[in-house]
């Protein structure tokens, strides 16, 4: 029941941080899923909606990310979608691919690092590092 308490505490906090009411449910879901209970969910789910007022009374509706002005025509979504899912999936699939050759490519070529998992995580580390610090593409959230 305790860890359920904590739960309960921190979901609105999830919830109220970005904005997402949603996010705070999905982060319940995914911290109950081993111990459901009935009362505990109800508790959870009221906080959110307790933390979601909350946080719209003082700082008002916000959108993290500004407000679009343009818009399209529905011509042109239904140009444009079928091309943006075709090339997404595409890409995606790509780099799922690379991610997953990743591995055997490391233990081909760096046959040291294959029993040194924390060395590889350091070197990747170091790498995302310097990409930032030349380019400043992967600094922030995302």
Do not use: H
Request: glycine fraction near 14%; hydrophobic fraction near 55%.
């Amino acid at each position: 029941m305790r860890a359920s308490m904590i739960i309960a505490g921190c979901t609105p906090g999830v919830a109220a941080a970005f904005n997402t009411p949603l996010a705070g449910v999905t982060f319940a879901i995914k911290e109950l899923a081993d111990a459901y209970e009935q009362r505990v969910a109800l508790l959870i789910m009221t906080t959110i909606l307790i933390a979601g007022i909350v946080s719209l009374g003082p700082a008002g509706d916000y959108v993290d990310f500004g407000a679009v002005g343009q818009m399209l025509t529905a011509g042109a979504v239904l140009r444009i979608a079928p091309v943006a899912g075709v090339l997404g999936g595409l890409t995606g699939g790509l780099f799922a691919r690379a991610m997953l050759n990743i591995g055997a490519a490391r233990d081909r070529w760096f046959r040291f690092l294959k029993d040194r998992p924390v060395v590889w995580a350091l070197l990747c580390g170091i790498a995302v590092a310097v990409l930032g610090v030349a380019t400043g593409l992967t600094w922030g959230t995302g």
